[in-house]
């Protein structure tokens, strides 16, 4: 996949970033600078809150203020409730927060950076995992 103009985060990327975790990170700054846009679903937001300590906050919302952060309509909840009608009886275990992180993407028209595919196997969204394609 060549290098998207827009990302949308899951949430496992974003932990993975706060941790600073090498590979993710050097990815990050590489695509920051190329001036990949980056996405944050308030579904993403609640979830990484969930998981932080309260001294963490200042350092989150740094990381978050260099991403844009998208609404919820009814429209992406309504495709994300088509998705998981469709997805949900071959699929055990993909919550209704991934199936909303879906319809996001979907609704964006971009890729949703992911290492989490086996809870996204919708036709309909391409997944970026943030590896360095091999150079020719």
């Given at each position: 996949m060549p290098t998207p103009?827009?990302?949308?985060?899951d949430t496992d990327i974003?932990?993975?970033?706060l941790k600073k975790q090498s590979d993710v990170l050097e990815r990050f700054i590489s695509l920051?600078?190329?001036d990949v846009e980056f996405y944050l679903s308030p579904?993403?937001?609640?979830?990484?809150?969930?998981g932080a300590f309260k001294n963490e906050h200042t350092e989150i919302e740094a990381f978050f203020n260099l991403c844009t952060r998208w609404t919820l309509d009814t429209n992406t909840a309504k495709q994300a409730g088509l998705f998981a009608a469709q997805y949900r009886k071959a699929y055990q275990g993909i919550s209704m927060e991934d199936y909303?992180?879906?319809a996001t993407a979907e609704q964006l028209a971009c890729?949703?950076?992911?290492r989490n595919k086996k809870?996204?196997?919708m036709s309909e969204?391409?997944?970026?995992d943030g590896l360095v394609e091999p150079m020719s």
């Open positions: 103009k827009r990302l949308l985060l974003i932990i993975q970033l920051h600078e190329q579904i993403v937001i609640a979830e990484i809150y969930a909303l992180l879906a890729p949703l950076w992911t809870h996204y196997p969204i391409d997944l970026f």
